[in-house]
């Protein structure tokens, strides 16, 4: 492992950091007494620091070309150990059990801060599962998700500024409004495909973001709308924290049901064609499937969870303003679904979980939070870039193959 | 003598190109039709025109079918074609490598199927009947094709004479009554020829679809088909039993070229 190339490889490394960190590390200008500092120290340790983590980064890259390798050959089909656990019924009942307790307990034991963090992860989750019917099942790249987002909270706090209509009223109907948006948008696009799609709903996230923003009359421009009511329970008043656990299990109950319509989805006849769609569209279109259908299926399916997203981020802050639904946004929500694993439900909830919740519990770093989050991005996409959890393929059992196998 | 696809007069211009040129074809049921012709004769446009994937400019492309009226399939969707009953394979193989084999087969079952979005969320009786039958039926196929082994393999990782199989075995999860098989041979080894050409006869034989095959290979060409159509510059330049194409000048100087006083 250690040989003189590799060590000499790892000098040249450490010495390109230290020329590349020298301007930031190195020198501090003090304004106060206006002198410069030259803090060698930090060089130091930028050289020693980047040696060795070559030598670590090479070992990983070498392992996972060999794990690559052995995978291509073909000769051992290794199950991986996520997926083992899964599949193992002494393991994943005992999990489940564990963890249903958990979630029951949670915001009985932690603070009303985490409670409030958890609720945010849990609507991501949804999000993201959404938006993996769109990306992870169909294929279709779309960077403006966040546009279905905005109309779901948007259709909240209008109907309810207007018509007085409550949220559980408003949850069907929110998610309802953006199924229409997403055949508005799909219609347009039908045509487009990979990197013009990416563009055209990136431009689509953007025109719904500038109109909430400059309709004054309609949306009420930068200054947004206040006073959402939170989720009722048959006109019971709630004090803050009963308000935010309730919604805390109202959205443990929606994820519920979006993994229940999820998983049923994709292992149906209407998932087939959306993968098939993936994997390629001219084949798919030549065994019989229509292009139209199944794309404008998709994207009103994804962007009904998107709506009802948006509903319950405006129940949960009580305020929405343009300024939540960026572009940002959307590539948050596109991030869980590649960091976690495009098209694996269980993927997307462990990804949603990691990068809604590892900024808030990396703040105890302070400013360097930011770039620890960067930084296990990078990491995660060169490691595994199929996802936290790749998507399990379902096998089908025959009696002859059954005998045959081994 | 029953005809079932009937072209006449058929062309397609890309801009000022005219690649296929008034052609007409016919095919009569039960019978394996070969169409060849040198490369850029326009043989794989035309499969794209019959199949949907390509509107043509003129002619007219006609479907008849047992107990059904003649139907005039110009302008139709691929999906729709495949539908109407005409399945294809693809020159360059266009599996869908992410998905097993046995869901390769079962996406050919989506147009024989009808359960929706609310079928796929409640599950109901007939649609957990429908999804058991076509993944039954898929098997079925896959035996036939002697594909059964891979059932739960990836597409993609099947060596390249079975992927070609696979395709043949997707198209006939429609239930066809014409497959349209483009170069079907193309990359194979004699052995695999071989194998496909025994597979191709038994489709006809016992399945009682119809085949029309582009195919360079011609020993298999000349074994295996009832008639050939030849192309050449978008143009039918001559027709025939395998005995008549061989002995056919024109056929000839359109593979060899021709003889000129040098």
């Known amino acids: 492992m250690v040989t003189t190339e590799g060590i000499k490889r790892s000098f040249l490394i450490s010495l390109w950091f230290m020329f590349l960190t020298f301007p930031i590390m190195v020198i501090r200008v003090n304004t106060i007494e206006n002198v410069i500092e030259w803090r060698w120290k930090n060089m130091m340790i930028v050289g020693i620091g980047s040696f060795f983590l070559s030598f670590v980064w090479r070992w990983l890259i070498g392992r996972k070309e060999a794990g690559r390798k052995k995978s291509e050959s073909g000769d051992s089909i290794e199950v991986p150990p996520g997926q083992r ?26 603070s009303a801060y985490q409670v409030n963090i958890m609720t945010t992860a849990l609507i991501y989750v949804m999000l993201g599962l959404g938006l993996n019917i769109v990306v992870g099942l169909a294929g279709l790249l779309d960077l403006g998700y966040v546009a279905f987002y905005a109309v779901g909270a948007y259709s909240y706090g209008l109907l309810n500024y207007h018509c007085g209509l409550g949220f559980w009223a408003v ?12 055949i508005l948008l799909g219609f347009p696009v039908l045509r487009l495909r990979g990197d013009y799609l990416a563009i055209v709903t990136l431009g689509f996230g953007e025109i719904i973001r500038l109109i909430l923003e400059n309709y004054n009359e309609f949306s009420f421009g930068p200054s947004g709308i206040a006073n959402i009511p939170r989720p009722g329970f048959f006109g019971l008043e709630m004090s803050l924290s009963t308000a935010t656990v309730y919604l805390y299990f109202i959205l443990i109950a929606l994820t519920l049901f979006t993994v229940f319509v999820v998983n049923r989805l994709q292992n149906s006849r209407i998932g087939r064609a959306w993968i098939a769609l993936r994997e390629d569209e001219i084949a798919c279109q030549a065994m019989g499937i229509d292009k139209t259908k199944t794309k404008l299926t998709a994207f009103a399916l994804g962007a009904t969870w998107a709506g009802m997203g948006g509903v319950l981020f405006a129940a949960k802050t009580t305020f929405i303003n343009p300024a939540s639904f960026t572009f940002l946004e959307s590539a948050m929500i596109l991030s869980i679904v590649v960091l976690g694993g495009m098209g694996s439900i269980m993927g997307v909830i462990v990804g949603a979980l990691v990068l809604i919740l590892l900024p808030e519990y990396l703040r105890g770093l302070g400013e360097y939070r930011m770039l620890m989050f960067g930084i296990t991005l990078v990491l995660m996409m060169v490691f595994r870039p199929q996802g936290l959890i790749a998507r399990v393929r379902r096998t089908y059992k025959f009696e002859e193959t059954v005998r045959q196998d081994r | 003598m029953e005809t079932i696809l009937e072209v006449k007069n058929l062309c397609m211009d890309f801009g000022g190109l005219r690649a ?41 492309i006609h479907i008849f079918r047992t107990g059904k009226k003649p139907e005039r399939i110009n302008g139709l969707k691929p999906n729709q074609v495949t539908e ?65 082994r891979y059932v739960n393999d990836l597409a993609g990782n099947l060596p390249y004479g079975a992927q070609r199989r696979l395709e043949i075995a997707r198209a006939m999860a429609t239930e066809p009554f014409l497959l349209l098989l483009d170069e079907p041979a193309a990359g194979m080894n004699p052995h695999e020829t071989k194998e496909l ?36 510059y978008g143009r039918r330049i001559a027709r025939g039993t395998p005995d008549e194409i061989k002995n056919n000048p024109a056929v000839i100087k359109a593979y060899l070229g021709e003889e000129t006083d040098a």
């Open chain 1, 85 to 110: 656990i899964m599949e193992d019924r002494r393991f994943y009942v005992p999990g489940l059990i564990m963890l249903s307790i958990f979630v029951a307990v949670f915001p009985f034991v932690f």
């Open chain 2, 20 to 60: 296929l040129d008034r052609l007409d074809l016919d095919i009569i049921k039960g019978e394996i039709v070969a169409l060849i012709g040198p490369n850029g004769a326009g043989k794989t446009t035309f499969f794209n025109c019959i199949t949907g994937i390509y509107n043509p400019t003129d002619g007219d």
């Open chain 1, 171 to 182: 949850l069907p109907i929110g998610a309802g409004l953006a199924a229409i948006a997403g």
């Open chain 2, 84 to 148: 109407k009953g005409m399945a294809r394979t693809f020159q360059n193989i266009r599996l869908f490598p992410g998905m097993t084999v046995l869901e390769n087969v079962m996406i050919g079952r989506h147009c024989r199927t009808a359960s929706g979005i609310a079928g796929a969320v409640f599950r109901g009786k007939r649609n957990v009947a429908e999804e058991k039958q076509v993944v039954e039926y898929s098997y079925t196929i896959l035996k036939k094709i002697g594909l059964e």
């Open chain 2, 197 to 232: 050409d025994r597979l191709i006869e038994t489709i006809r034989d016992r399945e009682g679809i119809s085949i029309l095959l582009i195919e360079h290979d011609m020993k298999l060409v000349m074994r295996l088909s009832d008639r050939i159509f030849v192309m050449d």
